[in-house]
C-alpha cells in the first residue's frame, strides 16, 4: 500500500510533464506581439530608443515571423521565433546586407533569404550567388574532382516600397540544392550531415550591390551591429569579388 502511494506523486510529475511538452511543442502560436510590444523590445536592445517604426510584420512559417523597422535613417531587421509558449526575439541586426534565415535547417525550400536596406542610396539592384567551391583530391587511390558551381538571381532596389523584402530560394538552386544533399548524404550515410549541411559544406551563399551604371556600390551607413539570442539558423550574406564571379 505504502509503495503504491509513493508512485502517486510521480504519476502525478509525469502527466504535468507531458502536459507541458503537449503545450509547448502542439499548441497553435497565439497572436503575434502588438506594435507597441515590438516596439519596446527592441528599443530595449539599444536600436533607436522613442524612434522605432515598424514597416511590417511577415510570416515566414508558422512559428517564425519577420519583422523590418526603422529607426531615423537606419534600417533594421529583427527575427521571432514562437518557443515555450511565448513570441520570443531570435536575432536582431542593423547590417546593411542581405541574410539567409534557415526556418528548418534540415529543409533548404524552407529557407529565406530577407534584407532591409537603406533606399536613398545609389543601389538599383542586388545579386545573389550561391556557389559551391571547385575542389580536387586523392583519396584511397581514388581521383575525386567537385565542379565548380555558382547560381546567380537579381533583385530589383529602387525605392521605398522596396527597402525590404523575403523572398524564398529560386527553383533552380533547391534543384541544385537537393542534388547537392543527395550525394553527401550517400557518402556519409551514419552522419547527420543534412543538419549541419552549410556550416560543413563548400556551398555559400554571396551578393554584390550595383548602381544603374552597373558599378558596385553599398547601401550604408557601412557600419551596424546584431545579434542572436538562443536557437536560430541565420547566415549573413558576404559580398563575392568580381573576379570570382563566373
Not at 97 to 125: E, F, G
Not at 191 to 197: A, G, Q, V
Request: no cysteine.
Amino acid at each position: 500500500m505504502k509503495q503504491g502511494k509513493a508512485w502517486l506523486p510521480i504519476s502525478i510529475a509525469i502527466v504535468l510533464i507531458g502536459a507541458a511538452s503537449f503545450y509547448v511543442f502542439y499548441i497553435k502560436p497565439s497572436e503575434f506581439l502588438s506594435e507597441e510590444a515590438l516596439i519596446e523590445v527592441i528599443t530595449s536592445h539599444n536600436y533607436g530608443a522613442k524612434s522605432i517604426e515598424i514597416q511590417d510584420v511577415i510570416y515566414v512559417g508558422e512559428k517564425h515571423v519577420f519583422v523590418p523597422f526603422k529607426t531615423h535613417s537606419r534600417y533594421g531587421t529583427s527575427y521571432w521565433v514562437w518557443r515555450g509558449g511565448s513570441w520570443d526575439l531570435g536575432a536582431i541586426s542593423n547590417i546593411q546586407s542581405p541574410r539567409v534565415w534557415k526556418v528548418n535547417p534540415q529543409d533548404p525550400s524552407s529557407y529565406v533569404i530577407v534584407w532591409n536596406m537603406d533606399p536613398n542610396d545609389d543601389m538599383t539592384d542586388f545579386e545573389l550567388v550561391l556557389s559551391n567551391r571547385r575542389n580536387y583530391w586523392v583519396s584511397d587511390n581514388v581521383h575525386h574532382y567537385t565542379p565548380r558551381v555558382q547560381l546567380h538571381h537579381t533583385v530589383a532596389f529602387q525605392s521605398e516600397a522596396s527597402s525590404y523584402g523575403v523572398m524564398s530560394l529560386p527553383e533552380d538552386w533547391l534543384i541544385f540544392l537537393d542534388d547537392y544533399l543527395k550525394v553527401e548524404n550517400a557518402k556519409q550515410p551514419s552522419s547527420s550531415f543534412i543538419f549541419d549541411f552549410f556550416p560543413q559544406s563548400s556551398v555559400s551563399f554571396a551578393w554584390m550591390p550595383y548602381d544603374k551604371n552597373g558599378e558596385v556600390t553599398f547601401p550604408g551607413p557601412d557600419n551596424g551591429s546584431g545579434s542572436g539570442y538562443g536557437n536560430i539558423h541565420l547566415e549573413y550574406m558576404s559580398t563575392i569579388p568580381e573576379h570570382e564571379l563566373e
